[in-house]
């Protein structure tokens, strides 16, 4: 788990460099040395890795949204399979509905005679 975890820090703190370099590009800030050396500018910018509980609070902000879009996709398997079901349901009507009229179409004719 602790090993989950550190991954997971080190997750964020590239999204938080990803994010700082982002938001220069945006602004126009000057950013000189930064294409020539990016490892060097995001270490200088971020020498400190984010604290424990800013990851938590990082981690624990983007959970919901990650079974949110979890719940979404299941739920649409749910509804194909609601679908699937139904569409294989008329399909069986139909073979049904078939055989009864070709049973009534043989006892028509006998029962008339």
Do not use: F
């Amino acid at each position: 788990m602790e090993g989950k975890l550190d991954a997971l820090v080190n997750s964020v703190t590239q999204l938080v460099r990803i994010e700082a370099c982002l938001s220069l590009q945006e602004s126009g800030a000057s950013k000189s040395g930064v294409d020539e050396h990016p490892e060097a500018y995001a270490a200088n910018t971020y020498s400190r890795p984010p604290q424990r509980r800013e990851t938590r609070h990082l981690i624990e902000k983007m959970a919901p949204n990650s079974w949110r879009v979890q719940s979404a996709r299941n739920d649409v398997i749910v509804i194909r399979g609601v679908h699937d079901m139904a569409r294989d349901a008329s399909r069986e009507d139909r073979k049904l509905e078939g055989k009864q009229d070709a049973l009534v179409n043989l006892v028509t004719p006998a029962s008339c005679e």
